[in-house]
């Protein structure tokens, strides 16, 4: 009896964040439209300057994809990974930091799950 309100939530989470996910191209144009639209400059940039420029700007990162752009009014977009924690710390990512203050506790409560 009570099992539809128990998962309710959780169908309803997974319908939004679905359709987050369905319509991810038009939603990232809405949220990036900013930094993917350019003005034209006339002729492209070769990858590996712009993966060089990027490589310069940010040094203790790695450059994990360069995605060359589709039309002259669009950028090039290059992924990098800089987030794990610096010292390989594994508080914080897999389990909460249990001996930090109170505020940090409770984020690491939310955070680590992932709600």
């Known amino acids: 009896m009570y099992v539809g309100i128990i998962i309710a939530p959780f169908l309803m989470i997974h319908a939004i964040t679905g359709s987050v996910y369905l319509f991810k191209p038009q939603v990232e144009k809405f949220l990036y439209d ?65 001996k930090s203050r109170k505020r940090t506790f409770i984020r690491g409560l939310h955070v680590v799950p992932g709600f």
């Open 34 to 98: 900013n930094y993917y639209t350019v003005a034209d400059q006339g002729e492209k940039l070769i990858h590996s300057k712009v993966v060089d420029t990027v490589k310069e700007e940010c040094p203790n990162s790695d450059v994990n994809n360069y995605r060359p752009c589709d039309a002259a009014d669009r950028s090039a977009e290059v992924k990098i990974n800089d987030w794990w924690p610096r010292k390989m710390r594994m508080a914080g990512v897999l389990y909460p930091r249990l």
